[in-house]
């Protein structure tokens, strides 16, 4: 199948965006027949488990009768906030953020402004399912970088082999969707210097930044980045931030992410951004810009932090010992299940059907040309194809337990031998 398909369909029929893979997945919840003591178990989705602070559901409520356009007021308002995560001295200005409508039409605009048709994206494998979506319905190439120890991290000595005077930027989400792995602030320096030294863009996805333990995430924005990228130029040169607001603040319906990037950029996405939507949706804006929120709203970030550093937690300590965590972070887990031979679509369709119990597995955040890639590097089909994602973000810390109790029956109920 051609790059170019709008729509890559997989080896087990599955269309390889989100739309296609999550509704596939649920339909196989739908056979799963629920009781009161045994209900359907979701921890397939990346969304918030929260409704968003009762503060912020005022401060919407509020706004959404207002007439007002506010957008200058919350570029300036999270220029400010940002400093809470990339410290005081953080070199970013409200004139180095452009609002979108969500982080999704962040990354659309961004690789409109600078690939081409034709053109390459170099992308980690697994990938998120809308990032490979939407470089194929834009037309250009996408480009696996493979991930190839157990911590799901890219190697820059990796990706440096596949960049070619096509190769117009790297495009890395941390911590990432879906394997959870964390880059460290000394990984994301190092893929910046490779992108400078190549005169191509990084283009870093920091959605569940505010979910790691150790803060600032890297320091590219701090005063000193010049000795970092080894240039007298700044993150500005080559580095498109993108951020959403929906995990953070528990609002994903209310569309809203942000690019950062220099304003020399700025201009050519917005005047895409123009021509998708308009602007972003205004009650949102509005409402976090109120004066002094976005402070108020950080303790409740940090307490839902502290819940999924617990709920990953029970989740480690519950799950089956021949069941391997490959990495874990942000909202999620990557998992190998122990059944050798069992690719993981067959097995997550199993455990939602007859455990209860939904999951997405590994074939929905790859297509089938990368079976080759991953084994060039050592991977073996048995063992790239068993791989899971789970989510902690939408369940309680008790469903945690009882997802990882209806895996230890997976041997006997569903008749799988472990390896």
């Known amino acids: 199948m051609s790059d170019y398909d709008a729509t890559a369909i997989g080896e087990y029929g599955t269309e390889r965006h989100e739309g296609g893979c999550i509704p596939h997945a649920k339909s196989w919840g739908v056979v799963y027949k629920p009781t009161t003591t045994r209900p359907l178990l979701d921890m397939s989705q990346g969304v918030p488990g929260t409704p968003p602070p009762k503060v912020l559901l005022e401060a919407l409520s509020q706004s959404s009768s207002s007439p007002n356009h506010q957008e200058s007021a919350l570029r300036s308002a999270f220029a400010e906030e940002m400093k809470t995560v ?13 609002i979108t409508a969500g982080c999704n039409m962040a990354f659309v605009a961004t690789v ?9 994206i170099i992308l980690p494998v697994p990938w998120y399912i809308c990032r490979l979506s939407f470089v194929i319905l834009l037309k250009r190439r996408r480009i696996g970088i493979s991930t190839t120890s157990m911590a ?17 930027a790297i495009a890395l989400v ?6 959870g792995a964390i880059y460290s602030p000394d990984l994301i320096s190092k893929f910046a210097e490779l992108a400078q030294k190549h005169k191509i863009a990084l283009v870093l996805d920091e959605t569940y930044r505010d979910f790691v333990d150790t803060m600032p995430p890297h320091t590219l924005f701090a005063p000193f980045q010049t000795e970092v990228l080894k240039s007298s130029s700044s993150w500005r040169s080559n580095v498109t931030h993108l951020f959403s607001f929906s995990k953070s603040y528990c609002f994903p319906g209310h569309r809203l992410g942000l690019i950062a990037a220099s304003p020399d950029l700025l201009k050519h996405v917005t005047t895409t951004l123009d021509c ?68 993981a679509i067959t097995l997550c369709q199993r455990l939602a059907e007859e455990l209860g119990v939904l999951a997405l597995p590994m074939q929905f955040f790859c297509d089938d040309s990368i079976g080759p890639d991953l084994e060039s590097f050592g991977q073996s089909k048995t063992d790239w194809e068993r791989w899971i994602r789970f989510s902690v973000a939408n369940v309680s810390d008790d469903m945690v337990k009882q997802v990882c109790g209806r895996l230890h029956e997976c041997e006997w109920h569903l008749g799988l031998k472990a390896e």
């Not at 409109?112 to 390459?120: Q, R, S, T």
């Not at 799901?152 to 117009?168: G, R, V």
Request: glycine residues 6%.
């Open 86 to 98: 990339y410290g005081r001295e953080m070199d970013i200005t409200q004139d180095d953020i452009a």
């Open 112 to 120: 409109m402004c600078l690939a081409d048709p034709g053109d390459e």
């Open 152 to 168: 799901f991290l890219p190697s820059t000595s990796d990706c440096e082999k596949l960049i070619n005077s096509q190769t117009k």
């Open 174 to 179: 941390t911590p990432n969707n879906p394997t």
């Open 276 to 343: 998708l939507q308009i602007c972003a949706p205004r009650p949102p804006q509005l409402a976090l810009a109120s004066p002094g929120l976005l402070p108020i709203l950080r303790q409740s970030i940090q307490a839902s932090a502290q819940s999924l550093k617990i709920r990953h937690n029970i989740f480690r300590t519950h799950l089956p010992p021949n069941w391997t965590i490959g990495s874990q972070g942000g909202y999620f887990a990557f998992v190998k299940h122990p059944f050798v031979g069992i690719p």
